[in-house]
């Protein structure tokens, strides 16, 4: 007498500070089924996983596993009653042997001593499931690639008795035999009558595996049901759904003049193809594509963060050298992702934050003057609207659209001629967000050239005047501003569509 | 969120094993440090073999190594987990002294005395394990602040030199069973127990993975808490009983017993090839450290350098070893 429900949700909600993760998502997953969890990034796939591993704990709502309702207080408890996930940011243990990563967590012991032969046993049985059967147990983890170490993970939750098996997202890592090789695991777990929930952007393995489909937007339920009853289309068109706000200002006319020219660039350590591309003064173009696709990559590069393997950069015709003080001194300029790690010094106060980048304009002789950093302060919180109680205020205080504006304000003091900015309004509330695309849109207009990267759909396109789609670090696709353009930039992104 | 995620090409395999390999391998097992040991005892062979290798030297060498070899086991535990222990110093001190006080030189006692110490250690491990994980306190804040607090204690006892052992506790701390001092026996007792727990038990590799990553440790359902607790209660016994050991040797107990061991003990499980950061490490490297500490201040005995210059070759026998041994972290 099998459980309807192996693994569910029922109306979990999850707000972090700033943003709701979750609303109100309801899900079902019945054992001996392949179920497909879909939704764009950020759509709250992996916060559900999370809440559902009792790695994290509903706001409100609850867990329901084999048709009861459960409270996990971390992830033993859900392990312990036989979910099993495998998460997508690795946690393979880098120092540990192969041996010991896979029985981590289930080691075959008598009153806590290992039994060391059943113990190798065990994992080399799972082991050889995942096609890893010829490798040296004692080989050390960290030593592998990243697609076996997420094998040796998937392994690892083999050994354990689960009842569901949640993968978060396997084909980011693997790719030909070996992501074969989980589909025809996956397919005997299965049979087994085990639940596999199965996160995944490749609509591809959704055909192929999947017997029912969960979507989710924007931390929301959308739809659910057997997988027969989604075709590629309607996935996408679920995915995306939204129509593009009218939150976005027009973009003024761009100009003629060619500001940043990039010829055949390829991020050093990077296997993808070069990419090209120019960008005009008064020019602001969107990157879109999924995680992972190449976008942050590029804008690294471009800024001097990372170096460069090859091509050429030129600002105003003349070319770039790929440091990164040579970059800034040429104007160009990026506003990271992540704005608390690489953006601020959350520990000063916003005056000093925001004249980071120019202490020679404030400074004589390597006296810095107080009052020219609190004039520099003022212009800049006049101009981008920040709101703090001071320029004494320290950035950790901030709300993450103010603490956005600093890191905007501090490029702006060095006077750039290309703004790059990389997922620009994460983190950052409604109101907030359409200040800073407001402030895009101005800067553009005032001549600067602008390359904004973001996974958000409608951001791209309702700011840009044109959109480059990235897969797999290339360029796939052109696509001009046009609220309609979204579910053809999905299926660029997803290489659903030639 | 998972941006960096983005897939990198494996690392190609190095056709032949470079140095630097060998090197990284040899750090890594904790070998690397016994040669520098090989060679030292090599040195002092050819320069004093006949003061070096005498049964009175040995013994005393071998004797010598027993309390910093006893504190570094628990050392080498904690660190492993990715915590530190300051406080072991002070422990050693505290059950040294509360040893010769309390047995006061009555032989009824000794018994209870030692479980009594062994208790506190225990007790005391117990307390530092709590605070680090209920409190969520750094263990570096931690074990300082135990270490001012025993320290403390142990003035506050006897400021000056007190009690006394019981000739059987003294008679067993310079008896031999063959060449060998019988307290060195116990040093190699717990090193079997301690490698065997680390080793051959489900705890030892909950202390590895908790050590190499908290967050997936808990991933994998393990109880990370109860793992560190342990850790620290472990640490605390062995420093129990290097503190009886260090009693019986001197026969009274001395309220600085312990002072700069808790350095001594860090100083050689890095020596070892132990990261600092938690999760790598062999006891082999650890007990080579000792060894080599160990062999540095008898060196300095044996070639007739004044023992003030001791701190001075330990600094840089440290940065040396380090800098050269340095293994590469992963990722």
């Known amino acids: 007498m099998a459980p309807t429900i192996a693994l569910g949700a029922r109306e979990v909600t999850k707000s972090f500070p700033g943003v709701r993760a979750l609303e109100n998502v309801t899900f079902a997953c019945a054992p001996g089924r392949v179920h497909a969890l879909l939704g764009e990034n950020g759509a709250g796939k992996s916060t559900l996983i999370k809440i559902l591993t009792g790695d994290q704990a509903p706001d409100s709502g609850a867990v329901i596993v084999g048709d009861e309702e459960m409270s996990f207080g971390s992830p033993r408890d859900a392990l312990a009653v036989g979910v099993t996930p495998v998460y997508q940011e690795l946690t393979v243990l880098p120092e540990m042997s192969v041996l010991d990563n896979v029985m981590l967590g289930h080691e075959s012991a008598r009153r806590g001593v290992l039994r060391l032969r059943e113990q190798r046993e065990h994992a080399r049985r799972a082991l050889e499931r995942v096609t890893l059967g010829g490798l040296d147990l004692n080989t050390i983890a960290g030593d592998l690639s990243l697609a076996n170490q997420q094998l040796v993970e998937i392994a690892r939750a083999l050994v354990s008795k689960s009842n569901v098996l949640i993968l978060d997202e396997p084909s980011a890592v693997l790719s030909g035999d070996k992501l074969e090789a989980l589909h025809t695991v996956v397919r005997s777990i299965v049979a087994e009558g085990t639940a596999v929930v199965y996160i995944t952007h490749l609509l591809d393995e959704v055909r192929d595996l999947a017997d029912d489909v969960t979507i989710l937007r924007d931390g929301r339920f959308v739809s659910t049901g057997p997988a027969s009853e989604y075709p590629m289309e309607r996935i996408v068109r679920e995915m995306v759904g939204r129509q593009v706000d009218s939150v976005f200002p027009d973009p003024a006319d761009r100009r003629d003049e060619v500001v940043l020219s990039v010829e055949g660039v390829v991020p050093r350590g990077a296997d993808c193809v070069p990419v090209s591309l120019e960008l005009r ?33 030129s600002v105003g015709g003349r070319p770039l050298r790929a ?17 608390k790690r690489d953006g601020l010094v959350l520990e000063l106060p916003v005056g000093q934050n925001t004249t980071l980048t120019a202490l020679g304009s404030i400074s ?36 993450g659209g103010n603490q956005q504006k600093i890191v905007i304000a501090k490029w702006l003091r060095v006077g750039p001629r290309v703004l790059l900015l990389d997922e620009p309004t994460r983190g950052v509330d409604v109101g907030a967000k359409s200040e800073i695309y407001r402030i895009i849109t101005e800067l553009a207009a005032q001549g600067m050239a602008i390359l904004v990267a973001s996974s958000e759909l409608p951001e791209v396109i309702g700011l840009s005047h044109r959109v480059l789609v990235f897969r797999d670090g290339a360029v796939v696709g052109e696509v001009a501003r046009d609220p309609e353009s979204s579910e053809k930039i999905m299926h660029l992104a997803l290489g659903t569509e030639s | 969120m998972t941006a960096t995620l983005a897939p990198s090409p494996a690392p190609a395999p190095s056709a032949g094993r470079t140095v630097r390999d060998w090197v990284a391998t040899a750090v890594r097992r904790g070998a690397a440090v016994w040669v520098i040991v090989a060679v030292l005892i090599v040195v002092l062979s050819v320069m004093r073999g006949g003061a070096f290798w005498s049964t009175g030297n040995i013994a005393a060498l071998l004797t010598s190594a027993v309390v910093l070899g006893l504190v570094a086991l628990g050392q080498h535990t904690v660190i492993l987990s990715g915590g530190i222990d ?10 040294t002294l509360l040893t010769a006080v309390l047995i006061d030189g009555y032989p009824i006692r000794t018994f209870p005395v030692i479980l009594g110490m062994l208790a506190l250690g225990a007790l005391l491990g117990t307390i530092n394990g709590l605070l680090v994980t209920k409190l969520n306190m750094p263990p570096f804040i931690v074990t300082l602040g135990m270490l001012y607090l025993v320290s403390g204690a142990a003035l506050w006892i006897s400021s000056t030199p007190a009690g006394q052992v019981t000739s059987a506790l003294t008679e067993f701390a310079f008896g031999k069973l063959g060449p060998i001092p019988l307290s060195f026996v116990v040093l190699a007792l717990a090193i079997a127990i301690i490698w065997f727990l680390l080793n051959r038990t489900v705890w030892g590799k909950q202390v590895f993975a908790v050590g190499g990553d908290l967050h997936s440790a808990r991933a994998a359902g393990i109880s990370t808490n109860r793992v560190l607790i342990w850790v620290y209660v472990t640490s605390g016994l062995l420093a129990a009983v290097a503190g009886i050991l260090l009693a019986a040797r001197s026969s009274i107990g001395s309220p600085t017993a312990g002072d700069g061991l808790e350095l001594s003990a860090i100083t050689v499980v890095v020596i070892g090839g132990t990261s600092l950061l938690g999760g790598r490490g062999t006891l082999l490297g650890t007990m080579g450290g000792v060894a080599l500490l160990s062999l540095i201040t008898n060196s300095i005995t044996l070639l007739q350098f004044p023992s003030t210059i001791t701190d001075l070759i330990r600094g840089v026998i440290i940065i040396a070893a380090v800098a050269v041994f340095v293994a590469k972290r992963r990722r």
Request: charged share 20%; hydrophobic share 40%; no cysteine.
């Open chain 1, 281 to 313: 003064a008064g020019e602001i173009v969107g990157l879109a594509g999924l995680v992972g696709s190449g976008r942050s990559r590029l804008l690294k590069t471009l800024a001097g963060v990372r170096q460069r393997g090859d091509g050429r950069v």
């Open chain 1, 323 to 339: 440091s990164l003080g040579a970059t800034i001194g040429a104007g160009v300029v990026l506003v990271p992702e992540e704005r």
């Open chain 1, 364 to 399: 004589t002789a390597g006296w810095i003057s107080g009052a020219r950093e609190a004039a520099a302060y003022a212009e800049e919180r006049d101009r981008l609207g920040i709101r703090s109680s001071s320029g004494a205020q320290l950035a950790k205080q901030l709300s």
């Open chain 2, 86 to 95: 300051l406080s072991v110093g002070s422990m050693v001190t505290i059950t």
